[in-house]
């Protein structure tokens, strides 16, 4: 079983790689854009979060930086980590450009070993975003490093596709996968990716798990992790599914008319002092 796990997340790791170029060279993450305008943290993130100067936050599943760099912006040390090496150099890079590298680190490594790699309850903050759980096979294993970063009373904050969204077809709404996190994952095959942008993707096999709203809540809890606050959303951060519409930047909702439905979540939990 674990051969098969290293072949699922080397394939994986192989078509981020692909994707990298393609996303710098986007519309939908503007890299020229978010130069020249320096926007900092989405106002919902601020709401939850607050003030965050002077804290320490690890950006989880990082990419090329952009969201980790805005809560530099806005006043924390950022960490930033992922497994695919060209999204990393595209992050040091950004920071550099922003004039943000004295406040942003980035570093390549696996998830999975994120506190043996990163250090063992230095953070204030954890913060992963869209489009993270999804690649991941264990919402326990995930939690336990989540768990292991943060420093007793620190805060995880999570926004991402709605367990029940990831499970539907894009035109009718059909079951294509698991509601439940599964042992054998989605497979993928594809040359694009969810942004425009020049290229295809040539290493195009991807596997993908899905995570109930339970299992990755009550993986929190096991590790040691107190709810604060977890609400379901009608709109996402992209276009999940074709026929969304564009309600304001960076929000996508149901047609009107349409019986809604969750697509997006977020959750924020604390790490207790003294972890039963």
């Known amino acids: 079983m674990l051969c098969r796990m290293n072949v ?19 519309a939908f993450y503007d890299v020229e854009g978010w130069l ?49 090496p060209s999204a990393i150099a595209a992050a040091r890079d950004l920071a ?19 506190a043996a790699i990163l250090g063992r309850g230095g953070f204030d903050v954890v913060y992963v975003n869209t489009g993270s759980l999804c690649w991941l096979p264990s919402v326990d294993r995930w939690a336990a ?13 999570l926004h991402d596709d709605h367990p029940l969204a990831q499970a539907l077809a894009d035109v009718d709404l059909e079951f294509v996968a698991s509601y439940f996190e599964e042992t054998d994952p989605l497979v993928g095959d594809s040359d694009s990716t969810y942004t425009d942008g020049e290229g295809t993707v040539v290493r195009t096999r991807c596997y993908q798990w ?7 809540v009550t993986a929190i809890l096991d590790h040691g992790l107190c709810l604060e606050r977890l609400v379901e959303h009608d709109w996402t951060d992209w276009r999940r ?23 997006s979540f977020t959750l924020l939990a604390r790490r207790l002092a003294s972890p039963s």
Not at 8 to 26: F, G, K, Q, V, Y
Not at 210 to 216: A, D, F, M, P, Q
Request: net charge positive; proline share 8%.
């Open 8 to 26: 699922w997340l080397e394939a994986n790791r192989a078509n981020w790689e692909d994707r990298t170029p393609i996303h710098l060279r986007s």
């Open 96 to 114: 550099r450009r922003a004039g943000l590298a004295n406040r942003a680190t980035f570093v390549v490594g696996d998830v999975h070993d994120a």
């Open 210 to 216: 899905n995570h109930s709203i339970g299992e990755i």
């Open 36 to 84: 020249h305008d320096r926007p900092g943290p989405a106002p919902e993130e601020l709401e939850m979060l607050g003030e965050v100067g002077g804290l320490r936050l690890v950006h989880l599943q990082c990419h090329i930086g952009l969201n980790a760099l805005s809560w530099a912006r806005a006043g924390a040390t950022v960490t930033g980590l992922d497994f695919a």
């Open 145 to 157: 490093q989540v768990a292991a970063l943060l420093r007793p009373g620190g805060r995880l904050y």
């Open 241 to 263: 599914f074709p026929w969304l519409v564009a309600r304001g930047e960076r929000r996508w909702t149901l047609p009107r008319g349409k019986p809604p439905f969750p697509l």
